[in-house]
């Protein structure tokens, strides 16, 4: 045992705060756990500390008061429950160094976007795997994005959307029994109805141009060193009085930012690549290169937005000739 960890600065026997959501997904968080994940971990001789959350937002005030001496937290649910830790650590009396806890998702929900996206395509709802990331896994720095909305900031860490996007899980929790795919029955029923959304877009633009963004995450990959880096010092952690860094942009100052001309039927921002199994929607996305990925897509025909889907598993929406990028 002791061969497998030496040499990788892997901390043996790490510390876990676990949540486990009985409700995500298809409902078999309990039993993935009990079953696959909970004696694995009981074999690498880690610590665990179980709650089985009864409610929404149990996982957000466990994360508020959280004590952080844990080596990570690890969610047994979706994309969901990281959401609500990772506003309990914002709300946290320390919440930078409440950010420096490594959260370690396994795959119970139905999106998954964060398991995806650390494991791959093949892996990415594989249990097993992402057990054992969470007993060996090192640390990786991910960007996290603030959103204001009537005075009130909250952390986001995958996606934002407005408009046909945004449609796609609101009004089918009925049909959680079909997992992930109830994410497709909520996009075709946004095809039909072909509702315009009612918004002025204006962004502070880095990059427009698809082919530069693709050269520098090309550019990123070949530089290995950047994809491990080192978890903050205690110093980094403690500036800004260990609170949250102040908003950098406001909707008040928009001095050379770009409006978006056109009627828009979506606008899909975040960090990716992926935000399900069948939709890669960032796939030029780098995890800590401190900006987010926007799409915009005019209102066109439904043709032009079905045929936008095609490839939408490969990335193939970003590369959509009426989708705007930046
Ligand atoms: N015991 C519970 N009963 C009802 N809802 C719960 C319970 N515990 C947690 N929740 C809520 O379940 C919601 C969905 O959780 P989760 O993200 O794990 O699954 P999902 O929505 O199926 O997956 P994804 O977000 O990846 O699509 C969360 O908002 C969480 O607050």
């Not at 990788?8 to 756990?33: C, S």
């Not at 610590?47 to 969610?75: M, Q, R, S």
């Not at 093949?122 to 007993?135: K, Q």
Request: with cysteine.
């Amino acid at each position: 045992m002791h061969v497998c960890y030496e040499g990788f600065g892997i901390q043996r026997r790490r510390r876990l705060k676990i949540l486990v959501n009985p409700h995500g997904g298809v409902r078999r968080g309990v039993p993935v756990f009990v079953k696959t994940v909970e004696p694995i971990l009981r074999a690498a001789h880690c610590f665990l500390d179980i709650t089985y959350t009864e409610h929404n937002g149990h996982a957000y005030d466990i994360a508020k008061t959280l004590p952080l001496d844990y080596d990570a937290v690890v969610t047994v649910s979706g994309d969901g429950l990281i959401h609500e830790v990772m506003n309990g650590f914002s709300n946290h009396e320390q919440p930078r160094m409440a950010f420096r806890v490594p959260i370690a998702p396994i795959p119970t929900g139905s999106g998954n976007g964060l398991a995806l996206n650390l494991l791959g395509i093949e892996r990415g709802f594989d249990v097993t795997e992402a057990t054992l990331n969470v007993i060996k896994g090192k640390h990786m720095k991910v960007d996290v994005f603030s959103l204001t909305q009537k005075g009130k900031r909250t952390i986001s860490f995958m996606s934002q959307a407005l408009g046909l996007m945004a449609d796609l899980d609101i009004g089918t929790e009925h049909l959680r029994w079909m997992g992930d795919t109830r994410f497709m029955v909520g996009l075709m029923r946004g095809v039909i109805q072909f509702k315009p959304c009612p918004v002025h877009l204006s962004i502070k633009v880095a990059e427009e141009d698809k082919e530069k963004m693709v050269e520098m995450l090309r550019a990123h990959r070949c530089d290995n060193s950047s994809n491990i880096p080192n978890p903050p010092s205690n110093d980094q952690a403690n500036d800004t009085n260990g609170g949250l860094p102040p908003l950098t942009y406001s909707c008040e100052d928009t001095n050379g930012w770009t409006t978006f001309p056109e009627p828009i039927l979506y606008i899909y921002a975040g960090k990716g690549p992926y935000v399900g199994r069948d939709f890669m929607a960032f796939p030029v996305s780098l995890p800590d290169d401190g900006l987010i990925d926007v799409m915009a897509m005019p209102i066109s025909s439904r043709s032009d937005i079905l045929s936008s889907l095609g490839g939408a598993a490969k990335g193939d929406i970003f590369w959509h000739p009426k989708v705007r990028t930046s």
